[in-house]
């Protein structure tokens, strides 16, 4: 029988639904980036992280129609045994803080009534430029040479966009073990080394700090997404340390409220986060931090390291993911 089919049969009959009831109390966290009318448009920076306004919208008013949204501050009472949250709870969120979050997906959500959970990177937004994982990907995908050399020798040739894909692969492993002024440096010569352009952007690639602060007026959580993006499970302790520090720092300054949430950047390598970043988070003083793993939250999780669903792209498969999840099946 058809995959799809009995996925959608199952989810109609409302059995999955009866089923998560029984299946013990916790929280899904959805984790989004970016929502654009058109996602081909910016392909070649941002890749498979783009969701069209269409389906976005949709699966907001599935979520509306049968789950329940809930604030992160709910959820950290929840991880504390101080509130017990609705059946079928969800948090929406956004990582990076792409201006696109704020010009459509705010105009999406603010009418359904969902608060959200914006991370931003704080460098990007300072300086209006892309996530350094996007201006690599970009370089490598319209580089004119045949090749990149990597500084061992090894050469890594440019037939096919798969190989292209392969190299950038390879130079975000060495990327996402730096910060900072180091990883500006590197995209810098490399972007150099391939003779490749800036990326030609239709439109501002960052929301600006008055978007910022337009979210937290609309009832929307902001937290920190790092100042560079670096992966905090390979950078060094004191770089891990002033990322967590500097962009809560930075971002309290510019919303004049405290920020206690933090998302982890998850860029080539694994792991993303660690006991040591986690202990550094609590003591710099981060409530809860969202990882990549995937999952549903549960009562007994430590709050900064928490699981997320991914979306998917199409409505019946966030409603699929979710459910299973519900049901404590990874997805
Ligand atoms: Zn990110």
Redo the contacts with the bound molecule.
């Keep these: 029988m058809d995959k799809v089919w009995i996925k959608k049969s199952l989810i109609g009959m409302g059995a999955m639904r009866l089923a998560s009831r029984f299946a013990g109390d916790g929280v899904a966290i959805i984790m989004y980036?970016s929502v654009m009318k058109d996602p081909t448009a910016e392909q070649t920076t941002l890749g498979g992280i783009i969701h069209s306004s269409e389906v976005f919208r949709a699966q907001m008013e599935v979520i509306v129609r049968h789950f329940h949204v809930v604030h992160l501050d709910d959820v950290v009472l929840f991880l504390n045994g101080k509130k017990t949250l609705p059946p079928r709870a969800v948090v929406v969120t956004f990582?990076?803080g792409y201006a696109d979050n704020y010009q459509v997906a705010n105009d999406i959500l603010s009418p359904l009534g969902i608060p959200a959970v914006f991370y931003v990177?704080v460098d990007c937004i300072d300086k209006q430029h892309l996530?350094w994982?996007s201006l690599l990907r970009y370089a490598f995908l319209t580089s004119k040479q045949k090749c990149w050399t990597e500084g061992d020798g090894q050469v890594w040739p440019f037939a096919s966009t798969e190989d292209r894909i392969r190299a950038f692969d390879r130079a975000s492993e060495h990327c996402s073990r730096l910060a900072g002024i180091p990883q500006d440096q590197f995209v810098r010569s490399l972007t150099e080394q391939l003779g490749a352009e800036p990326p030609r952007l239709l439109r501002r690639p960052m929301m600006t700090w008055d978007e910022v602060r337009g979210l937290a007026r609309n009832g929307h959580t902001v937290g920190s997404?790092t100042m560079t993006?670096p992966n905090m499970a390979h950078v060094n302790e004191n770089d891990a340390r002033a990322e967590l520090a500097e962009s809560k720092c930075r971002i309290e300054k510019e919303l004049g409220t405290s920020v206690v949430h933090f998302?982890y950047?998850?860029?080539a390598l694994q792991p993303h986060w660690i006991s040591r970043t986690v202990s550094a988070s609590r003591e710099i003083g981060y409530q809860t931090a969202v990882t990549t793993n995937g999952g549903m939250v549960r009562r007994r999780d430590n709050p900064l390291s928490l699981r997320r669903i991914r979306p998917t792209k199409t409505v019946d498969g966030l409603r699929w993911n979710l459910e299973c999840a519900f049901l404590g099946r990874t997805v």
Excluded: G, K, L
């Design positions: 980036h990582d990076d990177t996530p994982p997404h993006h998302s950047p998850c860029p």
